[in-house]
RNA sequence: GGCGCUGUACCCAAGUGGCUUAAGGGGAAGGUCUGCAAAACCUUUAUUCGUCGGUUCGAAUCCGACCGGCGCCUCCA
């Protein structure tokens, strides 16, 4: 039985979704208006974590992932650019969809956009209106939160206290300070829609709780962000979809902790950030991931470079077994008697609130476990073979910390066996100075030699 | 001011009452293997969990005080 801590009742509860067998889940997804840094990848890796562990249990899962397509940052970046706010944002999308690729995030079921969604945000609109959760002065439209007797329940708010020590800037028009944008009349030169309203655009929290709604439904199992979302965005996003739709929103909430330099939160606003392209033009992606999986996803964890070495090396020791296994075992039929300790152990620590560092170490015994077996001759290829498929459920597909084989099988390799062979030969007649200068030399060009006790192999880094 | 998180070895980090006189990774030191490397393995690296009290047969884990770090309360993953 899976336990998520839900930031809603603040404890670990256990994990029952509405639909047995099935997750419902959306996570917010980024304003595209820009590279998107290493921070914001931290939650869409977390979340990733999230989603194919439910995949490996066999759940089906329902994964929304809205883009932000339309707000005051893509505004004030296209008039920056030049260009247009629609081609700014199918910028910044395309990169996003790039750059989650590479950082092999499972993709979303779908990645609702807001501008593809006005007749539904509208329409949520008009309901709260209608119910008189929302007032209309001259254009702008206003969630009124005193009418929400939630109101505060998912940050642990009281009204009385944020307005105490608000800050924000009193706008006339409101009724209460913390009464939030639903429509915002368009103003010279801003890109509008049509609306009973009159031109204008949705605020930023109505177009989750539109497009939760349609792509999952009016009560869905779980819905994540990062911490900084809680509030007030996703409080807002309760006090919409409750409000409209008379029903519970969603059961679970997951929060992700922040990405911090210097202990400091990164963020684009302070300017400390590093875009996820500069990292992984040095770090390979499963790097990032198993930096990340190595801390439990609520945890603040500090960033450095020192760290990204040291994921670097422990990632490593995970991919030299799983290469050497891949070359033992071959087409060898695993027998799935073995590991079933070790399988239990793992989901067991991923049941625990998807703690991923204690997951990591189970993988980490079984390396050690493996390698010792390795060392004794004679392994069984089943065991081989279970060996490997213990590594590439754990460490591959729920994980995806594992490198990709840069073998190929070409020209390129045979190159390789033949100097390989070469090298033999002078070894064998103890001519050590041509053996090391072909192994420096292919080092030099990426080509990493291992001589094992009958056999020379290799590796492409 | 309100709400919340957090302080574990040289670094990262799991552990929320006895299974732990504290997982796992990195780093460092010594050893095995090797022509030498690399990889891998073995050994060592916290009698101690920010500090001080308390509860308990028993605490890193619960309670209190204090010290330190961070976040949210404003756009932000």
């Not at 917010?28 to 977390?46: K, L």
């Not at 339309?70 to 505004?75: H, L």
């Not at 476990?369 to 390795?374: A, F, P, S, Y």
Request: contains cysteine; charged residues 30%.
């Amino acid at each position: 039985m899976i336990q998520l801590y839900n930031t809603l009742t603040r404890r670990k509860e256990p994990f029952n979704p509405l639909e047995k067998g099935k997750v419902k889940m959306y996570v917010c997804g980024p304003t595209v208006y820009d590279f998107f840094h290493i921070g914001n990848a931290r939650s869409f890796i977390n979340a990733d974590f999230v989603h194919r562990y439910f995949r490996y249990l066999g759940l089906e899962v329902k994964f929304i992932m809205n883009l932000t397509d339309v707000d005051d940052k893509i505004i004030k970046k296209s008039n920056e650019e030049g260009a247009g706010f629609s081609a700014i944002a199918k910028k910044y999308s395309d990169a996003f969809h790039e750059d989650i690729r590479k950082l092999k995030i499972l993709p979303a079921t779908i990645y609702p956009a807001a501008t593809a969604h006005m007749a539904d945000i509208i329409a949520m609109i008009e309901k709260l209106v209608e119910k008189g959760f929302a007032y209309n002065v001259e254009g702008n439209v206003f969630y009124d939160i005193s009418k929400f007797t939630g109101y505060g329940k998912l940050s642990g708010k009281n009204t009385e206290e944020l307005e105490a020590g608000s800050r924000v800037e009193v706008n006339s028009e409101k009724k209460n300070p913390l009464d939030f944008s639903l429509w915002k009349k368009a103003k010279e030169g801003e890109p509008y829609w049509e609306s009973p309203w009159g031109k204008g655009r949705p605020g930023w929290h109505i177009e989750c709780s539109a497009m939760s709604c349609k792509h999952l439904g009016k009560t869905f199992d779980i819905h994540a962000g990062g911490s900084d979302l809680i509030f007030p965005h996703h409080e807002n996003e309760i006090a919409q979809s409750e409000a409209a739709n008379g029903k519970p929103f969603a059961n679970y909430w997951l929060h992700f902790g922040f990405l911090n330099i210097d202990s400091e939160k990164m963020s684009k606003s302070l300017g400390n950030f590093f875009t996820t392209r500069d990292i992984l033009q040095k770090f390979q992606a499963e790097t990032l991931r198993f930096f990340y999986a190595q801390t439990h996803y609520a945890s603040p964890l500090n960033f450095t470079a020192e760290a990204l070495e040291a994921a670097d090396s422990g990632r490593l020791k995970i991919d030299n077994l799983f290469f050497r296994l891949e070359e033992l075992a071959k087409d060898a039929l695993p027998d799935d008697s073995l590991f079933r300790e070790e399988y239990a152990r793992f989901e067991e620590a991923m049941n625990d609130d998807i703690n991923t560092p204690k997951a990591l170490a189970v993988v980490f015994d079984a390396v050690k476990d493996i390698n010792r077996h390795l060392a004794e001759s004679n392994t069984a290829t089943a065991y081989l073979a279970s060996a490997k498929k213990f590594i590439q459920h754990t460490a591959g597909d729920v994980l995806a910390v594992l490198g990709e084989a840069k073998k190929e099988a070409g020209l390129e390799s045979k190159l390789i066996e033949l100097l390989i062979q070469l090298r033999l030969e002078a070894r064998k007649e103890k001519n050590f100075a041509l053996s090391d200068k072909i192994r420096d030399r292919l080092k030099e060009i990426g080509v990493i030699l291992e001589d094992g006790k009958d056999k020379t192999s290799y590796k492409i880094v």
